[in-house]
T-cell receptor, first 113, second 112 residues
Framework: EPEVTQTPSHQVTQMGQEVILRCVPI?????FYWYRQILGQKVEFLVSFYNNEISEKSEIFDDQFSVERPDGSNFTLKIRSTKLEDSAMYFC???????????FGSGTRLTVV | SQQGEEDPQALSIQEGENATMNCSYK?????LQWYRQNSGRGLVHLILIRSNEREKHSGRLRVTLDTSKKSSSLLITASRAADTASYFCATDAPSNTGKLIFGQGTTLQVKP
């Protein structure tokens, strides 16, 4: 079964530092997403990415955040100047298209101290 | 209530019993999906039901969708201790970006 791979599984960073969360989506998928889940809360949409550009982003996804597909396989989420409230699980997902099943990665637990 | 609200928030049953979880939503949808999450782990896609479908089965899972009531239910039959997890519904709105809106989830505990 194809998987979405996320690294690292856990990252601890100092407040104000930049972090890059990495994802390898399923190879023949064209749509990529980042979601986050603050402990004990619901999963929240951050951004969708298609054809090398952002197709939709949420209010959470402000200038602090950016996404990139630097090569044919990786999909990254960069958080600049992290805040304590950025602590959460960040999930990457990919899909063959809207209305198709999504495959989520196991997540990166980000802890900002 | 918000898009993708689920009830109950928590459910505790004995092994072998059936578990039913409900989800309500507010806007029109392309499809509705159910996901499972074991504690501290990723989301596992269980089943997708399209807006023109009313019922769908997958193994011990049965999902219904009532678009007139904007609601869905997930039934797990003959539950097992390994079914213990949180279950989320997620709606795929017709935005063509594939954005999913998740509910708060139902925490299911199946006692052996």
């Amino acid at each position: 079964e194809p998987e979405v791979t996320q690294t690292p599984s856990h990252q601890v960073t100092q407040m104000g530092q930049e972090v890059i969360l990495r994802c390898v989506p399923i190879s023949n998928h064209l749509y990529f997403y980042w979601y986050r889940q603050i402990l004990g809360q619901k999963v929240e949409f951050l951004v969708s990415f298609y054809n090398n550009e952002i197709s939709e982003k949420s209010e959470i996804f402000d200038d602090q955040f950016s996404v990139e597909r630097p090569d044919g396989s990786n999909f990254t989420l960069k958080i600049r100047s992290t805040k304590l409230e950025d602590s959460a699980m960040y999930f990457c997902a990919s899909s063959a298209g809207p209305g198709r099943g999504y495959t989520f990665g196991s997540g990166t637990r980000l802890t900002v101290v | 209530s918000q898009q993708g609200e689920e009830d109950p928030q928590a459910l505790s049953i004995q092994e072998g019993e059936n578990a039913t979880m409900n989800c309500s939503y507010k806007t029109s949808i392309n499809n509705l999906q159910w996901y499972r999450q074991n504690s501290g782990r990723g989301l596992v896609h269980l089943i997708l039901i399209r807006s023109n479908e009313r019922e769908k089965h997958s193994g011990r899972l049965r999902v219904t969708l009532d678009t007139s009531k904007k609601s869905s239910s997930l039934l797990i039959t003959a539950s097992r201790a390994a079914d213990t997890a949180s279950y989320f519904c997620a709606t795929d709105a017709p935005s063509n970006t594939g954005k999913l809106i998740f509910g708060q989830g139902t925490t299911l505990q199946v006692k052996p």
